[in-house]
């Protein structure tokens, strides 16, 4: 008698089950699937997320110009869907997938938006200067906030000359980066582009750069030799932040300030020259520079932080305009130095 209850209590338990499984695929059988190739989630570090499913737009495969990924594997290269972008006001647009990078369509360009996967083929890589659908060609204008963040195994990277910005973090943490080539049509760099970037060792950015942002080589340990902007004004906090083996830096005459931590455990810098016209240098700028043995101030210079000079263990002179002195000079007596007067 209790065998029998037990079988029919799991008969109930299984017609409830179909009817719910029922409900529920009826309850889907609406959507709009635009690719039945689509990847299983997106990247961690995605700024915008992904939605293979269009609800009111369905967005159709170019057969002439796009080849869906083979099923079974991570390769989605000519994958088309759409992506919600709140800076269009969570309108969906576009996105395609080439060689790794996802690609956003807005009305008249494409922009890097994030990585979609990297192997071991990606070592030497071109990011593509256009993009092609649904007949049109869309220049790629911008690198994205943390588009590439992560792409593990890129040893080198070029930047189309197309491209005019690269935003927050757009190549943070591509750990085994050497070299980057940043073409003349970029006006701006967005903080922390390139931080750790531990295998950074050399970069020079275009005078067509205007502005580049705070930690831009922020842990870059094996930078060397930086080029900087002929018409760059500031050196912002943390821009070079634990760049150990920097030895040198040409500052671009136009420098007005240097900020917080700019120079933070630059324990290699030996020299660095300040340009006439340089007026603030604020807290712990050059702490740690420890192979740091002299420095000259410029007539400039209007406001210089107590902690600026913190932890410069081996600087010896310090070059002061006599008109600087007694404003500054409370600030050297704290520091076992010899001012010299010129």
Same mark, same amino acid.
């Given at each position: 008698?209790?065998?029998?209850?037990m079988r029919?209590?799991?008969?109930?338990?299984?017609?409830?089950a179909?009817?719910?499984?029922?409900?529920?695929?009826?309850?889907?059988?609406?959507?709009?699937?635009t690719?039945?190739?689509?990847?299983?989630?997106?990247?961690?570090?995605?700024?915008a997320t992904?939605t293979?499913e269009?609800?009111?737009?369905?967005?159709?495969?170019?057969?002439?110009?796009?080849?869906?990924?083979?099923?079974g594997?991570?390769?989605?290269d000519g994958?088309?869907?759409?992506v919600?972008?709140?800076e269009a006001g969570?309108?969906?647009?576009?996105?395609?997938v080439?060689d790794?990078?996802?690609?956003?369509?807005?009305?008249d360009?494409?922009?890097?938006?994030?990585?979609?996967f990297?192997?071991?083929?990606?070592e030497?890589?071109v990011i593509?200067s256009?993009v092609e659908?649904?007949?049109?060609?869309?220049p790629?204008t911008?690198?994205g906030?943390?588009?590439?963040?992560?792409?593990?195994?890129?040893v080198s990277?070029?930047i189309?000359?197309?491209v005019t910005?690269?935003g927050?973090?757009?190549?943070?943490?591509?750990?085994?980066l050497?070299?980057v080539?940043?073409?003349s049509s970029? /006006?701006? &760099?967005?903080?922390y582009? !390139?931080s750790?970037?531990s295998? $950074? %060792? +050399? @970069?020079?950015? *275009?005078? #067509?750069?205007?502005k580049?942002g705070?930690g831009?080589?922020?842990?870059?340990?094996a930078?060397?030799?930086v080029?900087l902007?002929?018409?760059?004004?500031?050196?912002p906090?943390e821009?070079?932040?634990?760049c150990?083996?920097?030895?040198?830096?040409?500052?671009?005459?136009?420098?007005?300030?240097?900020?917080?931590e700019?120079?933070?455990?630059c324990e290699?810098?030996?020299?660095?020259e300040l340009p006439e016209g340089? /007026?603030? &240098?604020?807290e712990?700028a !050059?702490?740690?520079c420890?192979a $740091? %043995? +002299? @420095?000259?101030? *410029?007539k #400039?210079?209007?406001?210089?932080s107590d902690?600026a000079?913190?932890?410069?263990?081996?600087?010896?002179?310090?070059y002061?305009?006599?008109?600087?002195?007694?404003?500054f000079?409370?600030?050297?007596?704290?520091?076992?130095?010899?001012?010299?007067e010129?």
């Amino acid at each position: 008698m209790k065998s029998t209850k037990m079988r029919i209590f799991f008969k109930i338990i299984l017609i409830c089950a179909v009817i719910c499984s029922s409900i529920y695929l009826s309850a889907c059988s609406g959507k709009k699937v635009t690719d039945d190739k689509k990847p299983s989630e997106a990247p961690a570090a995605a700024t915008a997320t992904p939605t293979p499913e269009a609800d009111d737009t369905e967005i159709e495969d170019d057969d002439e110009d796009l080849e869906g990924g083979e099923e079974g594997t991570d390769n989605f290269d000519g994958y088309v869907g759409t992506v919600e972008i709140e800076e269009a006001g969570g309108a969906e647009l576009p996105l395609l997938v080439y060689d790794g990078l996802s690609y956003c369509l807005y009305d008249d360009h494409a922009e890097v938006i994030f990585t979609w996967f990297s192997d071991d083929s990606y070592e030497d890589y071109v990011i593509r200067s256009s993009v092609e659908y649904e007949g049109k060609t869309y220049p790629v204008t911008a690198i994205g906030s943390d588009a590439l963040n992560s792409f593990a195994f890129a040893v080198s990277i070029t930047i189309p000359d197309t491209v005019t910005s690269i935003g927050n973090s757009a190549f943070e943490f591509c750990e085994a980066l050497e070299t980057v080539t940043i073409p003349s049509s970029v /006006t701006e &760099i967005g903080n922390y582009a !390139f931080s750790e970037c531990s295998a $950074l %060792k +050399e @970069i020079v950015l *275009p005078d #067509s750069v205007t502005k580049i942002g705070s930690g831009i080589f922020y842990n870059c340990s094996a930078l060397a030799s930086v080029t900087l902007p002929s018409g760059l004004t500031e050196i912002p906090e943390e821009a070079f932040s634990g760049c150990e083996l920097l030895t040198a830096v040409e500052l671009p005459a136009g420098i007005v300030s240097i900020g917080r931590e700019a120079f933070w455990y630059c324990e290699a810098l030996e020299s660095i020259e300040l340009p006439e016209g340089l /007026t603030v &240098i604020e807290e712990s700028a !050059f702490y740690d520079c420890i192979a $740091l %043995k +002299e @420095i000259r101030i *410029p007539k #400039s210079l209007v406001g210089l932080s107590d902690t600026a000079l913190d932890a410069c263990d081996s600087l010896e002179k310090i070059y002061c305009p006599a008109s600087l002195i007694s404003k500054f000079g409370e600030i050297f007596d704290g520091y076992d130095v010899e001012v010299v007067e010129y």
